[in-house]
C-alpha cells in the first residue's frame, strides 16, 4: 500500500486543489477543516511534484510536466484523479499508448468513471483501434445506459465499421434521451451522406447548426456537401464562415484548397494531374498500375513522370481553355472526375492523364 492510499478522506482532494491553488496553504484555506489533513514529510515531496508538473504545463512544457508527473506516479501518487491528469497530458503530446495504460490503471483504482471510458475511446481511435475503442464505449454504455454521448458514440464506431442498421439505432436511441445532442446530430448526417441522402444530411447539418452555430466540424462538413450538389455560392458562403473561426492549420488549408477548387469550377478552369514518359510500354505498364493494381497515381508521377511538376504528384494546378496543348484540354473534357485516360503519345513522350474536378 502506497503513502497515497494510506492517507485519510480527502487527503487526495490535496493533489487536485493543488493543482487548482498551486500551494498548500490556498489549499488549506479553501477546503472543509475536516477533509483538509495536514501534509506529512513524507507527503510533500509528491506534492511538490505534481504542482510542478502543473506549472510546466501551464507554460505548455508538455515534456517537463510529463516528466514530473511521472516520478509523482512513480513515488506514489497513483490516485486515479493524478492518473487521469496525467493520461490527458500524454493525449495532447500525442502519446495515446501511454495514456491508455494510465487510464486502464485509474480504472482499477476507481471503476465506473464515466469520462475515463470516453478518454480510452479517444486514445484507442487515435491508436487505429475502432474494436477496443468499442469495447470500452460498451463498458461505458453499463456504467450510464441512458446517456445520450454514450449512445452516439457508439452510433459513430459502428458507422466507421459500415455496421449501418446498429449506427443509426444508436443514434435515434442518443437524440430520444436527448434531442439537443449535438455530436448525434452530426453523425446522423455522416450516416445520411453514407447512403447517398444528401438532402436528409443537409437538412440534419441545418439543426446542427441551429443548436450550435460555430461547430467548425458542422461548418465544413455542410460546405463540403453543398459544393458535391453543385450549390456553390452556398458552399463558399459557409466555407468563409468556418474559416474565420477555424484554429486547425491543417484544416485551414483544406478549406482554401477547396473554396480555390469551387472557384475554378466556377469560372469554368479544369484540374488535372499527368505523367510523362519517354517509353510507351512504360507509360501503358503505370496505366495498368493504376487503373488496374490500385496504386496511387501521385506517387507514381513523383517516381517516373520526366515532368518538371514530378515531385507534386504530376499536379497541373487549374486551367482554363487555351492554356494547356489542345490534345490536353480535349482529353481532360472527356474524362468524368478521378478517371484515368488513355496512353496519349505527344511527339516523342507519352503521357497520362487523370481528371481532379
Known sequence: ???LQR???????????ALVFGSVDMLAAQAEPEVAPQVSEQEAPLLRLVQQAEAHARQGQLELALQRY???????????????RVAELYLIAGNPARAITLMQRSLLELPAQLP????????????????????????????????????????FLHLQ??????AFAHLDSALQLDGDNVHAHRILALYYTQIDQPDSALARYRVVLELAPDDVEGLNNMSFLLATQQRYLEALELYQKTKSIAEDPQLLHAINMNMEAIRAIMDGQ???????????????????????????FGELAARFSKAPNARDGGDLGFFGPGDMLPAVEEAVLQLEVGELSPVIQIKRS???????N
Request: net charge negative; glycine share 10%; with cysteine.
Open 1 to 3: 500500500m502506497t503513502a
Open 7 to 17: 492517507l485519510p478522506k480527502g487527503a487526495h482532494v490535496c493533489l487536485l486543489l
Open 70 to 84: 511521472e516520478e509523482a506516479v512513480d513515488g506514489g501518487a497513483a490516485s486515479a484523479d493524478v492518473l487521469n
Open 116 to 155: 475515463v471510458y470516453s478518454g480510452l475511446n479517444e486514445a484507442f481511435l487515435a491508436q487505429d483501434m475502432p474494436d477496443s475503442a468499442l469495447y470500452y464505449v460498451r463498458e461505458a454504455r453499463q456504467v450510464a445506459p441512458e446517456n445520450s454521448g454514450v449512445r452516439s458514440q457508439l452510433g
Open 161 to 166: 465499421a459500415g455496421r449501418l442498421e446498429q
Open 270 to 296: 479544369m484540374r488535372a494531374r499527368y505523367i510523362l514518359v519517354q517509353s510507351g510500354t512504360l507509360a501503358n505498364d503505370l496505366r495498368r498500375r493504376i487503373d488496374g493494381d490500385g496504386e496511387d
Open 350 to 356: 507519352y503521357m497520362l492523364l487523370q481528371r481532379l
